[in-house]
């Protein structure tokens, strides 16, 4: 069955630490790659998107992803983190089979950055 | 904001019932999914329209319905109430199924 992990379910960091959460998937086809963020309070927002193209995509904030079709995954990172990047991360992939989209997310990851 | 809406914020329903959830997609969407969240988890899909069909379907089973509408806003029934429907209800409206963005959810409570 298709599905996507996130390999960390809390991190903790520093500010100015640097920030790396995993993502794999399980999808031998053609895939669309998210990151989306929910801060405290907020609704879910798109991070950044990968359809085709450069595997090394920018979001907004500083955050970058990097698309390894070999691998399977979709790393998020950032060089250096915030306080105000505290929030929980979802990964996310979509698909098309047969003839209908599917949609499936992590179980998402909690990032706490101490000030 | 997103623009995208959901109503209502909060519900609470008893095992058995019928519940209707209702989503405005931001101005120009064409293309409204539902999502289940349950407490600790990702989202998980429900089923998505695209200009008013049905156009994707999770593993949900068919006592979750919903319609979309000509003006693209969309409602999701979910029948026979169980305790395990307790969850948040996010809608994400997107243009011909790109990007989507998300609306602030509903949360249902069945008891």
């Known amino acids: 069955a298709q599905s996507v992990s996130q390999h960390n379910h809390h991190v903790i960091l520093s500010e100015a630490a640097s920030l790396e959460l995993g993502c794999n998937y399980s999808?031998?086809?053609?895939?669309?790659l998210f990151w989306y963020v929910q801060y405290p309070g907020q609704h879910l927002q798109l991070l950044l998107k990968?359809?085709?193209?450069?595997?090394l995509v920018k979001g907004i904030k500083g955050f970058e992803a990097e698309f390894i079709k070999s691998k399977f995954s979709f790393n998020l990172r950032k060089p250096s983190v915030q306080w105000s990047d505290t929030a929980e991360y979802f990964c996310?992939?979509?698909?098309?089979?047969?003839?209908?989209?599917?949609?499936?997310f992590g179980t998402g990851t909690r990032l706490k950055v101490l000030a | 904001e997103t623009g995208v809406t959901q109503s209502p914020t909060h519900l609470i329903k008893t095992r058995g019932q019928q519940v209707t959830l209702r989503c405005s997609s931001q101005?120009?969407?064409?293309?409204v999914s539902w999502y289940q969240q349950a407490l600790g988890q990702g989202p998980q899909f429900i089923f998505q329209?695209?200009?008013?069909?049905?156009?994707g379907r999770g593993n949900f089973p068919p006592r979750f319905s919903g319609l979309q509408f000509p003006n693209y806003s969309s409602e999701l029934n979910v029948n026979a109430l169980e305790l395990d429907d307790s969850a948040l209800y996010l809608c994400?409206?997107?243009?011909?199924?790109?990007?989507?963005?998300f609306g602030p959810g509903t949360r249902l409570l069945v008891l």
């Open positions: 994400a409206s997107s243009r011909d199924k790109e990007t989507q963005y």
């Open positions: 999808y031998g086809g053609t895939v669309n």
């Open positions: 990968y359809f085709s193209g450069d595997p």
């Open positions: 996310a992939v979509n698909f098309l089979t047969s003839g209908t989209y599917k949609y499936i």
């Open positions: 101005s120009g969407h064409n293309t």
């Open positions: 329209y695209y200009r008013e069909e049905e156009n």
